[in-house]
């Protein structure tokens, strides 16, 4: 059965010998309210502590904290530091989130050239939002030559990695026919599949395939559930689109109030 005070007891003997691993695991039970009350400062203590011991994962963790000034002081020198250091131990949320301060100039000069490395060098490490991002970027060009065939290779491969936005992204390119031929019946399986994992314009996008019946037959029953679900999450087009069939009885009887609502 689930003891946290027994866990809590032998993380704490582990961090006394200088386990890397129970620092973290009990920095992340402090931090998330796991059997014990959270409490940020503390878990940032042991975050880096644990980074201090060579702990890659806490090093990104608590680079991050550093960054955004979570629990601690900001700090983008540190963030830095303990960013390059969790990437020279292979960490590819480190390689991720140090292209993004690149990319968009936070703590240091913007460099597209060095965040597009960073990005790559995440992706190749397995890293689904690095491969999402950088097939985006190799998709429009940013800091890098477009480059479709790049860009859907990059896109696939987090795709098999479940990657809800890359599965988005892939379905765009697929009813546009940005790069590769237009295919409705792929791009509304990409945004089926995408919707279902809870992206809200990938919910969008697929219910306006299926509105004007677009590589399927017209459903107005279910075009107007996943304009809602996309409404519910705060999807401003959803909740448009939403209102719209509610207002004109499509796909439901009238009903104004709930348009109005909308």
Do not use: C, Q, R, W
């Not at 980074?51 to 963790?61: E, S, T």
């Not at 994992?197 to 017209?218: C, D, R, T, W």
């Amino acid at each position: 059965p689930i003891n946290y005070n027994e866990a809590i007891k032998y993380y704490k003997m582990a961090i006394e010998k200088g386990n890397s691993d129970a620092m973290f695991n009990y920095a992340f039970m402090l931090e998330n309210g796991e059997g014990v009350p959270i409490n940020y400062e503390k878990s940032i203590k042991y975050y880096k502590m644990a980074a201090d011991n060579g702990n890659p994962n806490a090093m990104n963790i608590y680079a991050y904290s550093l960054e955004h000034g979570e629990g601690v002081p900001m700090s983008y020198d540190e963030a830095i530091h303990y960013y390059k250091m969790a990437i020279e131990k292979g960490n590819s949320d480190a390689m991720f989130n140090y292209a993004f301060m690149l990319e968009n100039g936070e703590g240091v000069p913007i460099n597209y050239k060095e965040a597009i490395k960073y990005y790559k060098m995440s992706a190749d490490n397995g890293n689904p939002n690095a491969m999402n991002h950088y097939a985006y970027l190799l998709k429009k060009g940013e800091g890098v030559p477009i480059n479709y065939n790049e860009a859907i290779k990059y896109y696939k491969m987090a795709i098999e990695k479940g990657d809800p936005k890359a599965m988005f992204n892939y379905a765009f390119m697929l009813e546009n026919g940005e790069g590769i031929p237009v295919n409705y019946e792929e791009a509304i399986k990409y945004y089926k599949i995408a919707a279902d994992k809870g992206n809200s314009e990938a919910m969008k996008n697929y219910a306006l395939m299926i509105f004007n019946g677009k590589g399927v037959p017209i459903n107005y029953e279910e075009a107007i559930k996943y304009f809602k679900m996309s409404a519910d999450k705060g999807n401003l087009d959803g909740m448009t689109s939403y209102a719209l069939m509610l207002s004109f009885g499509l796909g439901t009887p009238v009903n104004s109030e709930e348009a109005i609502k909308y």
